[in-house]
């Protein structure tokens, strides 16, 4: 069994507000969410309305995979219209 775990940061420039904020992070997560068989979620810099980073997990039995996949949801943050990626990293446990 392989776990990958993907760490996302990003901007959010255009957020004035932390309900501008959380409208961007739903339309990711729940991008995200839908296209992958992951799970996501917000677990740092709450309370700053310009930043935003989301952990996401996945599980398979082959590294390979995981290991794309993931990076492919790195592709599709950075392509995101309103979120600027700013930094992310990838384990395996």
């Known amino acids: 069994m392989v776990i990958g775990v993907l760490r996302v940061r990003f901007a959010i420039f255009e957020a004035l507000s932390l309900k501008d904020k959380r409208r961007v992070v739903r339309s990711i997560r729940d991008r995200l969410s839908n296209r992958h068989n992951i799970s996501v979620a917000e677990v740092d810099d709450l309370d ?15 590294a390979r995979f995981v290991e794309s996949a993931l ?10 219209p309103t979120a600027s990626l700013l930094d992310y990293d990838i384990e395996f446990l």
């Open 48 to 62: 700053r309305h310009q930043a935003a980073t989301l952990g996401i997990a996945m599980v398979s039995n082959d």
């Open 71 to 80: 990076s492919r949801i790195v592709d599709e943050v950075r392509r995101h």
